[in-house]
């Protein structure tokens, strides 16, 4: 093949650490979220959190047998000390922060639609489209900028954690990654962006060349790293004021860092603090589930859907599958949207996918689990399960 006719384009994702402050915001309102569904699986959660310097704001709509035994104010500053925020004099600290509660009961409209005498009839809790994506060019099936992206963050994150040598790393970070794709393959790292927290003694040149060699020994695993591979780090020279102090946080700000990277369209709808009867959250993590299992059975090698919903109205109103050219021969989009439809294989209900993923009972997981490093692409998930595969190889005769 001549180089002429190999079809080349980079695509950059970004990953933000839990330290960020929307991501602080993220977790807050997840924690909460875990909290009022182990005091009561039936709760219907809509919590917002706002967070800036020394103050942590909630808000919302939350109606929870038992919420009045549940202190959101110790959640929250639980979640803050986790994350690392334990300094005063940095300007957010989980012992200092001013909190305010302004959360109140759920809409009684919004409940006519969501709460039906048959549980199997329970309707979508808002209109909307949902997205699910997956490709088979990792392991994890996830576009690998925003995996890469992700992971760089995660090693910092527990360099940090575990002090010593590195006690001069802050919680907030950022990190983007952009990747040459050839024929629609990743085939190496163009360009490394890192933006880390540092104490006023880490803000030097020495130090920001330990991030670049940690971040070289990490991605230098994934076998698309070369010596023309270009690293900024911490490219303004100096970042030292960051969280909640260096900016304000709110929930559901970054809707592309949980989900693919930008690599698939997305709904709009943001994830944390909605219990599962809004499909916002439940039917974006059931369309994952269904596209995961369509590529790993090797339909496609890339597969998005997109499923449409009326609110309180109980199956959705319509299906959209895009395999990009890279279906098996034979096999349609329409023939996939037409097993979706049937709802056969993937019941996408909102009540059937709940009981499906078991999303009011957690189980080896946490909702504030998902609030940090994307809600995709980790087996600790139950929509990241691939016990479909036989069943779509014999829908589709697939050997």
């Known amino acids: 093949m001549s180089n002429e006719s190999v079809h080349k384009h980079v695509f950059t994702s970004e990953s933000v650490s839990e330290g960020h402050p929307d991501k602080v915001a993220d977790r807050?309102?997840?924690?909460?979220?875990?909290?009022?569904?182990?005091?009561?699986?039936?709760?219907?959660?809509?919590?917002?959190?706002?967070?800036?310097?020394?103050?942590?704001?909630?808000?919302?709509?939350?109606?929870?047998?038992?919420?009045?035994?549940?202190?959101?104010?110790?959640?929250?500053?639980?979640?803050?000390?986790?994350?690392?925020?334990?300094?005063?004099?940095?300007?957010?600290?989980a012992r200092t922060f001013k909190y305010e509660n302004y959360l109140h009961g759920q809409s009684p409209d919004i409940a006519i639609g969501v709460n039906r005498r048959s549980k199997q009839k329970q309707g979508a809790g808002d209109q909307g489209m949902m997205f699910g994506y997956a490709t088979n060019e990792t392991r994890s099936y996830m576009p690998a900028a925003i995996v890469y992206s992700h992971e760089l963050l995660k090693v910092f994150a527990r360099l940090r954690k575990r002090g010593g040598n590195y006690s001069w790393l802050r919680p907030d970070a950022k990190s983007q990654l952009s990747i040459v794709y050839e024929d629609g393959k990743p085939v190496r790292i163009d360009t490394v962006v890192l933006s880390h927290q540092t104490t006023e003694e880490g803000a030097t040149k020495d130090k920001y060349a330990e991030l670049e060699r940690i971040a070289r020994d990490y991605l230098g695993k994934t076998g698309l790293l070369d010596e023309d591979t270009k690293f900024f780090i911490n490219p303004t020279g100096k970042f030292v004021v960051g969280g909640p102090c260096g900016d304000s946080g709110l929930t559901g700000r970054k809707i592309i860092v949980d989900t693919y990277g930008g690599m698939a369209a997305h709904g709009g709808g943001a994830f944390s603090g909605k219990d599962p009867s809004k499909v916002d959250r439940s039917a974006a993590y059931y369309a994952r589930y269904a596209a995961k299992n369509i590529v790993a059975a090797k339909i496609a090698s890339r597969c998005q859907i997109q499923v449409a919903y009326a609110i309180g109205v109980d199956k959705p109103v319509s299906f959209c599958v895009k395999t990009f050219g890279t279906a098996k021969s034979g096999i349609t989009n329409a023939a996939i949207e037409k097993m979706?439809?049937?709802?056969?294989?993937?019941?996408?209900?909102?009540?059937?996918?709940?009981?499906?993923?078991?999303?009011?009972?957690?189980?080896?997981?946490?909702?504030?689990?998902?609030?940090?490093?994307?809600?995709?692409?980790?087996?600790?998930?139950?929509?990241?399960?691939?016990?479909?595969?036989?069943?779509?190889?014999?829908?589709?005769?697939?050997?």
């Open 340 to 399: 979706l439809m049937s709802g056969k294989v993937f019941d996408f209900r909102p009540f059937s996918l709940i009981s499906d993923l078991g999303l009011l009972n957690p189980k080896g997981w946490s909702y504030e689990d998902t609030a940090s490093y994307g809600h995709f692409g980790r087996d600790m998930f139950p929509w990241e399960k691939l016990d479909r595969v036989a069943e779509l190889k014999k829908i589709f005769k697939l050997g």
């Open 28 to 93: 807050i309102s997840d924690a909460i979220l875990d909290a009022c569904l182990r005091k009561d699986p039936g709760a219907h959660v809509a919590c917002e959190t706002m967070v800036g310097p020394d103050i942590v704001v909630n808000m919302g709509e939350i109606t929870c047998r038992g919420f009045e035994s549940i202190d959101t104010e110790s959640i929250a500053r639980k979640v803050v000390s986790k994350i690392g925020y334990t300094v005063p004099n940095e300007g957010f600290a």
